[in-house]
């Protein structure tokens, strides 16, 4: 993943989970939010937007704080919000 995502304006990944539930994503096949940020870090890209999130997360708060530890550059956006990406100079 982190190859597929080097240098992009934005990342959008699953992050059904905090980290403290590391063990349940991985048994259902699924990525931690901080699992999200590492590779988000790791590819150099410029924003990361978390998707998927279990419905146990009702404000989503834990989800962004635990991406933003590993990357600041994190967002948790709503159904429906329209992200603008400007273009790079």
Same mark, same amino acid.
């Given at each position: 993943?982190?190859?597929?995502?080097?240098?992009?304006?934005? %990342?959008?990944?699953?992050?059904?989970?905090?980290?403290?539930?590391?063990?349940?994503?991985?048994?259902?096949?699924?990525?931690?939010?901080?699992?999200?940020?590492?590779?988000?870090?790791?590819?150099?890209?410029?924003? !990361?937007?978390?998707?998927?999130?279990?419905?146990?997360? %009702?404000?989503? !708060?834990?989800? !962004?704080?635990?991406?933003?530890?590993?990357?600041?550059?994190?967002?948790?956006?709503?159904?429906?919000?329209?992200?603008?990406?400007? %273009?790079?100079?």
């Amino acid at each position: 993943m982190i190859s597929f995502a080097k240098n992009a304006d934005v %990342l959008i990944h699953e992050a059904t989970f905090t980290s403290e539930l590391k063990d349940v994503a991985i048994h259902y096949g699924h990525a931690t939010a901080k699992q999200a940020a590492d590779i988000a870090k790791k590819a150099g890209v410029d924003r !990361l937007y978390l998707s998927h999130i279990s419905p146990r997360y %009702l404000d989503y !708060l834990e989800i !962004l704080k635990d991406a933003q530890q590993v990357f600041p550059d994190s967002f948790v956006p709503k159904d429906f919000d329209e992200i603008t990406v400007p %273009l790079k100079k």
